[in-house]
T-cell receptor, first 108, second 112 residues
Framework: QKEVEQDPGPLSVPEGAIVSLNCTYS??????FMWYRQYSRKGPELLMY????GNKEDGRFTAQVDKSSKYISLFIRDSQPSDSATYLC????????FGAGTRLTVKP | NAGVTQTPKFRILKIGQSMTLQCAQD?????MYWYRQDPGMGLKLIYY???????DKGEVPNGYNVSRSTTEDFPLRLELAAPSQTSVYFC???????????FGPGTRLTVL
């Protein structure tokens, strides 16, 4: 079993849709949970950063962590074509582990 | 600030050749990292450094070497290139123990 599992997609949605991206993990020691966004042929950039369980909202983006289920989610409301990118979940205790990334396309 | 810079952007190597991928950051971060990214596989840590003169292996260090003589620079060396090293290489930096890593634009390497 991989330490971090993420559905690679691809995921294609119409503009304005609500997008749900998910990761599961096996290491209960992870304390910090992140979502990175990676545009084509660019390096990843941090989108959301949460500590332990709960929700965090930033504009159209909401990150959710459920440590009891070892499950994290990223929701994108009112998705825009500019949200088209690969989204990588990442988790950290002493070391950082990344998911494989989900490629999202938002069609106008 | 330029952030994290990497050179070259692209490179094609023949099997057995050597090369150095350059990485520099101007944010005065102590921690620096090298990752490789293969399709559908996410980012795998090759080596990391917690400060000048200190380096350590990550998940996939075989076939690579690093050095860290200054806070700013963290070059990655491939000694005998193999087709399995065809990948996109990202350098990143961060403050100590932070989950926020700042990535460079990547180097696309093909070994034929």
């Amino acid at each position: 079993q991989k330490e971090v599992e993420q559905d690679p997609g691809p995921l294609s949605v119409p503009e304005g849709a609500i997008v749900s991206l998910n990761c599961t993990y096996s290491n209960s020691a992870f304390q910090y949970f992140m979502w990175y966004r990676q545009y084509s042929r660019k390096g990843p950039e941090l989108l959301m950063y949460t500590y332990s369980s709960g929700n965090k909202e930033d504009g159209r983006f909401t990150a959710q962590v459920d440590k009891s289920s070892k499950y994290i989610s990223l929701f994108i409301r009112d998705s825009q074509p500019s949200d088209s990118a690969t989204y990588l979940c990442a988790m950290k205790d002493n070391d950082m582990r990344f998911g494989a990334g989900t490629r999202l396309t938002v069609k106008p | 600030n330029a952030g994290v810079t990497q050179t070259p952007k692209f490179r094609i190597l023949k099997i057995g050749q050597s090369m150095t991928l350059q990485c520099a950051q101007d944010m005065n971060h102590n921690y620096m990292y090298w990752y490789r990214q293969d399709p559908g596989m996410g980012l795998k840590l090759i080596y990391y450094s917690v400060g000048a003169g200190i380096t350590d292996k990550g998940e996939v260090p075989n076939g690579y070497n690093v050095s860290r003589s200054t806070t700013e620079d963290f070059p990655l060396r491939l000694e005998l290139a193999a087709p399995s090293q065809t990948s996109v290489y990202f350098c990143a930096s961060s403050y100590p123990l932070s989950g926020e890593q700042f990535f460079g634009p990547g180097t696309r390497l093909t070994v034929l």
